[in-house]
Structure formats: structure tokens, C-alpha cells
């Protein structure tokens, strides 16, 4: 009996360890809804759970709304790594939010090329995992000539159904940003807020997948979106195009990051170094058409159209913002959004 008992406890023993073993295999990612997430799930988070055994959990929110979450969890976080759009990736670095990234613990950095690496006081504080461009998205079968200029989408034609993104979206401020350098170069921002105030928009979005759904119902023919989520659109069958403006479009990327505190470090450094590889960067580009952030990453020769950078192209011909710049002006920009554009 007495052995009976003793094999019985060590069973229980042995299988509260595995229990504890298996129950600490877990790891919690910020990442986008839509075909955002959807590519992150298929293309990094399943085939990681499938070979380390760690299980993946997602924290659905834009950049912004990850960030804040970060903030909010600052002295006990429950994230272990966020993706967050260029731009919130330096605010959150500037937040203290994110860990310093060891590159020995990442081996596959070797596998980037040298823009996918970002660093800030000597060290690095995010890694690209894909880049886009913003530009003009419009309806092909109501836009019957595709727009060459961002005048364009103040044409009377448009009226209310113009697409802009909101600040609350990482492509807002940018946007606004960039179109006081394209639209009112040399002057400051009162006059590019007047222009805005004068656009009759349709929608100010806060995420990438309330934009989709608006040009789906026809809500909106018309407005500043980026190359990776129209090209996602048009391959389900929306109507849909996507141009380059002859002033040019500005460009973004994508950026994983180490949650500072993260509760489980070791398997989120994991994680992260399984993204950087040429097998993840590929399906996200055939999924999301992101810019490839892998040197040995191959897409096929459609998804090389709809490329950022276009077919022949590559990172440095990408026209990229000063975020640091960006971010200096951010909170004067969403209060003047809010009372100039949002309220007139």
C-alpha cells in the first residue's frame, strides 16, 4: 500500500510539473485585426507553435491602442512582444516600454538587411517585419481615371466619399505630416489644416479594417490608404487600385518588439527570432504585400508588382519620414485634428 501510494503521489507530482511546464509555454502578441492578423497567425504564430510547442495568444489593436496597453500594463505587463507601425515604434521606445533587443539571443538578425534594424542610444529597440507605402486607393469602377496627384482627392466628384486616416491610427499623423511637406511645402501647418478642413470626407478611419469595410459598401471611392490592405482587398475581388501620386507616397513598415518585463522573455525573444526568417517574410509579403525585410526572401512575380517599391525596386527607393520629427509635433497635430477637422 505504501508503495501504491507513494507511486501515486509522485505521479501527481510529475504531471503538476508538466501541467506547470505546459502552462508556462504560453505567450501573449499585440498585433493587428483583419488580414493583418490573420497573416501573422498563418504566417509566424502557427507554424512557431508547431515547432517549439509554445502556444500564442493574441492581443487584437491598432499601434496606438497596443501602446496604450503597454502603458497601462507598465508595472506588471501581460504582453510579451507587440507589433506597432513605424512612427508608435519610436513613441513606445520613448515610453519605456520596450526592451533592448540581444542580438545574440536573435540569430537570425543575420538574416535582415540593414534598414529592418532600428537602434536608438547603442542599442536595438525593433525589427521590420515588412515595409509599405501610402498612397491613393480607389475604386476602380467609380473612379473611372486613377488619380495622379493628392489634389486629386479634394475633386468635387469625390464629396463625402473621401477615406483619411484618423490620428488614432499610426497612419494619421504621418499622413498629415506628409501632406504639409507634399501639399503646402515651405509654410507651416495652418495652411494644410485649412486644406483639410476643406476636404469633404467620407470617413476618417481608426483601423485598417473599418477603411476596408467602407470600400467594400461603397461608403468611400477614394482616399489615402497604404499598398499592403488594397492589394489584399483587390485579391478577394473588391474593385479596387492603388497609385502612387506624382508627388510621391510616403512609406512605413511594420516592427516587432520586446514587451519591457515581458512575463515570459525567453519565449517571446524565440518568437521574435522565428519572424526573421526568409520562409515568414515571403508569406507576408504574398499575404499582405509587405516589402520583404529578409535578404533571400522570394515573392512571386505578381506579388513583385505590388510591391512598395514596385516591381524592380527595393527599400532605398522608399521615401521614408523623420518619426522622431513626427512625434515631437504628434500631440499638437491630434489637438488641432480634433478641434479644426473633426468639429468644423
Not at 268 to 286: M, R, V, W
Not at 292 to 316: N, Q
Amino acid at each position: 500500500m505504501k508503495n501504491i501510494a507513494k507511486n501515486v503521489m509522485m505521479t501527481a507530482c510529475m504531471a503538476s510539473i508538466a501541467f506547470g511546464a505546459s502552462a508556462a509555454e504560453t505567450i501573449t502578441v499585440g498585433w493587428f485585426g483583419g488580414s493583418w492578423g490573420s497573416a501573422f497567425q498563418t504566417c509566424i504564430a502557427d507554424p512557431f507553435t508547431k515547432s517549439t510547442g509554445i502556444t500564442v495568444v493574441p492581443e487584437i489593436g491598432t499601434s496606438t491602442v497596443n501602446l496604450s496597453k503597454l502603458e497601462q500594463q507598465k508595472a506588471a505587463p501581460v504582453l510579451d512582444a507587440v507589433w506597432m507601425d513605424s512612427g508608435i515604434s519610436e513613441m513606445a521606445y520613448s515610453a519605456g516600454v520596450i526592451a533592448p533587443l540581444d542580438m545574440n539571443a536573435l540569430p537570425n538578425t543575420k538574416n535582415l538587411i540593414p534598414e529592418a534594424i532600428y537602434k536608438k542610444d547603442g542599442s536595438v529597440f525593433a525589427l521590420s517585419t515588412g515595409y509599405y507605402a501610402v498612397g491613393i486607393a480607389y475604386s476602380t469602377t467609380e473612379v473611372k481615371t486613377p488619380p495622379t496627384s493628392w489634389n486629386d482627392l479634394w475633386n468635387k466628384e469625390y464629396a463625402g466619399a473621401v477615406l483619411l486616416p484618423a490620428p488614432a491610427n499610426g497612419l494619421g499623423v504621418p499622413t498629415i505630416y506628409f501632406l504639409n511637406q507634399t501639399l503646402t511645402p515651405g509654410q507651416d501647418f495652418d495652411a494644410t489644416f485649412k486644406k483639410l478642413k476643406e476636404l469633404k470626407a467620407g470617413m476618417f478611419f481608426e483601423s485598417s479594417g473599418a477603411a476596408a469595410n467602407a470600400f467594400q459598401t461603397g461608403e468611400v471611392i477614394i482616399g489615402a490608404y497604404n499598398n499592403a490592405p488594397t492589394w489584399d482587398l483587390n485579391a478577394k475581388g473588391v474593385k479596387i487600385g492603388f497609385s502612387i501620386p506624382k508627388e510621391g507616397a510616403w512609406a512605413g513598415d511594420v516592427r516587432l518588439h520586446l514587451v519591457k518585463g515581458a512575463p515570459h522573455k525567453a519565449s517571446a525573444e524565440k518568437f521574435i527570432d522565428f519572424a526573421l526568417t526568409a520562409e515568414a517574410s515571403t508569406c507576408l509579403a504574398e499575404k499582405l504585400y509587405l516589402g520583404p525585410y529578409v535578404t533571400d526572401a522570394k515573392v512571386s512575380a505578381e506579388t513583385a508588382k505590388k510591391m512598395p517599391w514596385g516591381a524592380t525596386g527595393s527599400v532605398k527607393d522608399l521615401k521614408f519620414l523623420d518619426w522622431w520629427d513626427i512625434n515631437s509635433k504628434r500631440a499638437e497635430l491630434i489637438e488641432r485634428w480634433n478641434r479644426e477637422v473633426v468639429r468644423k
